[in-house]
């Protein structure tokens, strides 16, 4: 598979079969994902990996884990301003549109929510942490670490969906795993086959145009 064709086929997948994967496959995704650049060689990723029964078991302890949580970020700008506003809603209407959950329904929608912490049924996923030290440029590079593996997931036949609504778990997610203090929580990626049935699976995202965020000066 070409990189440009990896990227084209790349989508957020939310809805998944049970089809298992071996570790082997994810550790192999994982070492070749460790070629991701990031400024200085610093390699800033921290990486647990859920899988087979151990998905089982974290399913299990979210369900026993209640108490709320203080996010670990603010996942968007307090007054997210525009076009960005308009980007987020629109991808969320889309998205909402295709499982005919009208805007009303609040609680379809809330439930819909709820699946993130279920990993869409996917039976793999990551959690990607970073030093509390490290800042905006190190983060920026967990982004290159997460495409980088994405784009290779693709490659094996698998799919994906990045998920920062694990930042407000971190506690829940930090507890089952024995996550270090000086750790802190970006996002999971829900990892696995996608069910082609399923209709959330036909959202293609839009996308600005180049003219829109790229200045060409002649
Ligand atoms: C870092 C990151 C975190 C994300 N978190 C979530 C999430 O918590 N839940 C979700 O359903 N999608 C999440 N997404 C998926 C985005 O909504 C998606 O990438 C965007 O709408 C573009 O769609 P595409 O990935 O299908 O191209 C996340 C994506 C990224 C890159």
């Not at 089809?19 to 082997?24: A, F, L, S, V």
Request: glycine fraction near 6%; charged fraction near 25%.
């Amino acid at each position: 598979m070409q990189v440009s064709e990896a990227v084209k086929a790349r989508r957020s997948i939310r809805a998944y079969l049970d089809t298992p994967i071996p570790d082997e496959l994810l550790k192999t995704l994982l070492e070749k994902a460790s070629r991701a650049p990031s400024g200085g060689n610093v390699q800033p990723w921290r990486v647990y990996v859920l899988n087979g029964d151990a998905m089982d078991r974290f399913k299990r302890h979210v369900g026993e884990c209640s108490e709320p949580e203080t996010p670990a970020y603010d996942i968007y700008p307090n007054k997210l301003k525009e076009p960005y506003r308009t980007s987020r809603f629109k991808v969320g209407e889309d998205m909402y549109a295709l499982l005919k959950i009208p805007r009303e329904d609040r609680g379809a929608r809330i439930r819909r929510l709820m699946e993130n912490y279920k990993f869409f049924g996917a039976p793999a996923a990551i959690f990607c942490y970073t030093d509390k030290q490290m800042g905006p440029p190190q983060w920026s590079d967990l982004g290159m670490f997460l495409q980088t593996l994405m784009l290779l997931a693709q490659e094996a036949g698998l799919d994906t969906c990045a998920q920062e609504a694990w930042s407000s778990r971190p506690e829940t997610v930090a507890s089952f795993f024995d996550v270090p203090q000086e750790l802190t929580i970006f996002c999971g990626v829900a990892i696995g086959y996608k069910d082609p049935e399923a209709p959330v699976n036909s959202l293609v995202s839009d996308r600005q145009g180049v003219g829109e965020f790229a200045t060409f000066v002649r």
